[in-house]
């Protein structure tokens, strides 16, 4: 069952190799954000567990929409992971790489994106059996330079820069070959959020799919 969830991201990120980021404390808005990314062509949403509703959020996104692939992010413990999962995380997303987390999903065959920025971190995740792995802080951690000297090194792994990504550097990052998505807030303004401006997050939506299509005719 989960091993076709990983098949089924990588053709929808294939298509469109961007995730979005999703931070909301009404399941209402939650689901008219995703609804609004949908439009614009991103179908792939991560939640991120930063506020005491984000796991409503989720679920509310995984009942109310369909076609919508949605994960988990900012899972820093088994628990959460645990709790994401059962309520409907479908992937999991860590800011960094706790190997108790990445065996959780492991063993249940549910992808993982860790956190690495450094090269033991990266080696860490590779001999733990993970060979996708989230890069954060993206452009802090050394951008697309570093991201070129650990693809030089781990040669199966792939990454989904996440942290400083913008439409301003999505094409640069894109265009590693190692890079297997990029995701990011930049999608989901608050203040287009607040402001019931759902209009203008499925029209950065829909930029940054053609901004993917341009770097990866
Ligand atoms: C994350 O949770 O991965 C980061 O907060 C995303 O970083 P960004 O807000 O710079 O996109």
Redesign the pocket.
């Known amino acids: 069952m989960s091993k076709i969830i990983a098949q089924i991201l990588e053709a929808k990120f294939q298509a469109a190799p961007i995730v979005p ?1 999703i931070e909301a404390d009404d399941p209402d808005v939650a689901v008219q954000t995703a609804k609004a990314l949908q439009a614009g062509g991103l179908d792939v949403v991560e939640v ?1 567990l930063r506020t005491d509703a984000a796991l409503d959020c989720m679920e509310a996104i995984v009942k109310e929409t369909s076609d919508i692939i949605v994960g988990a ?2 899972v820093l413990t088994v628990y959460q992971a645990g709790q994401a999962v059962s309520r409907g995380a479908r992937f999991v997303v860590s ?1 960094g790489l706790v190997d108790a987390v990445a065996q959780y999903c492991l063993d249940r065959s549910v992808p993982i994106f860790a956190g690495t920025m450094t090269a033991g971190e990266v080696q860490r995740a590779y001999a733990l059996g993970l060979r996708t792995v989230k890069f ?2 993206a452009k802090l951690a050394g951008g697309v330079p570093m991201l070129k000297a650990l693809s030089s090194v781990f040669r199966e792994m792939r990454f989904m820069p ?4 913008s439409a301003e550097n999505l094409p640069e990052f894109l265009a590693v070959p190692s890079v297997v998505a990029c ?4 999608l989901t303004p608050k203040g287009s959020i607040e402001a019931g401006d759902y209009g203008a997050i499925t029209k950065l939506a829909k930029e940054a799919v053609a901004l993917a299509k341009a770097a990866r005719p």
Request: proline share 13%; hydrophobic share 35%; no cysteine.
């Open positions: 980021l991120v992010g900012t800011p954060f802080p996440t942290g400083g990504v995701g990011g807030s930049w």
